[in-house]
């Protein structure tokens, strides 16, 4: 019947359009079938987006086996045929770099893929036999098209300045700034701040040295105090916007202020931050993160137990900031063909290849804990949420080891990245809460970081990525 219809669109209309409206009428096609979904895998930068995605594409085309992923039902019960990564929609955008990742991954001496600099793109279809249901009476085969979208972490903490003016985020940035831990290195930019007429007639250099100060003490809570909310997101990984203007902006104190001079200094500032959010942040959001329909938000606790209560407390608040800015709910059948929402949400404790297996659950109980205030805003909105953790790809393998009164330990081993060894560890348990500033242990937690360790035969292992494909893309392969 579509190719009755689609031929009569062919013939009545001329060749350029007649191929839009074919596009347009398998789109709405796949839809109304519900066959395509958008899935937002979502994370701040090092959160492990990138692994995640290379090795969905990896697990779904070389490794789905009921060995391999037995909680996966369409690969359980073998109706999954085959699956494969398909042209893009979105022809402005690169395709994500899956070839370069997985060569990394599965190198000789194995490594992790780059950061992601730039936003890319990712189309996958699941070719596989409907179990039951309307489909399964129309056809023998069926196609879920799966679209991903990879980005710099870092872009993603730009979302919440999307509702603040100049003024108010400037009021949060100096907070923030005078806060531990930023306090402990943020006095001489607060100084440069102070000092700058905001009345006076704008003098480009003096706003050029302030930015680059303001830049390099980003790059430095990033690198060494691993913190989240760094903005704007674009000096950190500018893309194609190395030197541009628009980023050459700064939190001033706006305190009894309360006209903007034109041509001054403050004009100035705001005028650029007001171009970042309408020229950068609006289309990025508009054009790639109010269509989804599910979401994965990966969250990596390990390394913010590493750092201590203010990062971790910092990655709680990012992430309920975070939240404000997808579309959520339940998504009828009519309203996902014309409006998506996502209707499933899981909170993902990545990385947990560095504990040892008896504490996983520990970790997301500890994730369940600290977003259980927006789980419970948007279970009331009909979102299904679940939590747990996960490893997309396994870095290193469980061992047991016996103590001198032959108690067995249970331990990891792999070759840690600082020291380039190989080593068994013992992980230490994390908490199942978050702990506040005095409840800290004083030795604080330590999590080493290690490269990829593949399986005997050179295949990339997972924990539980078979949980995260049925949750998030079970119901839609029946
Ligand atoms: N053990 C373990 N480490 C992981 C896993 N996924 C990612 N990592 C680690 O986390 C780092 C970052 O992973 P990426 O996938 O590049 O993270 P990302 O979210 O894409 O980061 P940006 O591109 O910077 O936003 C890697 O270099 C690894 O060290 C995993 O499943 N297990
Ligand atoms: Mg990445």
Redesign the pocket.
Known sequence: MLDKLLNSINSTLDSNRAKKYKHQAHQLLHRSFDQHITLAVT??????????IT?LVEQLTKQANKQNLPFFDVVQSERLIATKTIPQDILALPTFAYKQAIASLTDKTPK??D??QRINTLRLALKYQPKSGLRSHITDVSTLIIDLV?????WLMDLPMLSLSFEQWSSEQLALLNQKPRSFCSRELLTAIASLDLDAPVDESKLAEIAEQYKILLQQFKQEMKLTILQPGRVLIPGDLAGAPLLMFFPVNFSNKNKVIEGSNLAHLQKRYQAYIKEVVTPFYQNYFCKFDRQII?V?LLNALSQGANVLAEQKNAIEQLLQHFNYGQSSFIKRLFSPKIDKLLFAA??S??LSSEHHKDLAILLNNLVQQSQNELKFDGVKIETMAM??????KAVEVKDKKNKIIKCIYGKE?NSGNWMTYLPAQPPMRQLNEYEWPNEGFSFP??YPLLSNDNKLRHIRLDHVFEFLLGDKLR
């Open positions: 994370g701040f930068s090092r959160s492990g987006k990138t692994a995640f090795a992790w893929p950061s992601t990879d980005y710099p972490g870092e990966l990596d990545n990385k290849d560095h490893s997309s790809v396994c870095a290193t990245i970081e290690f």
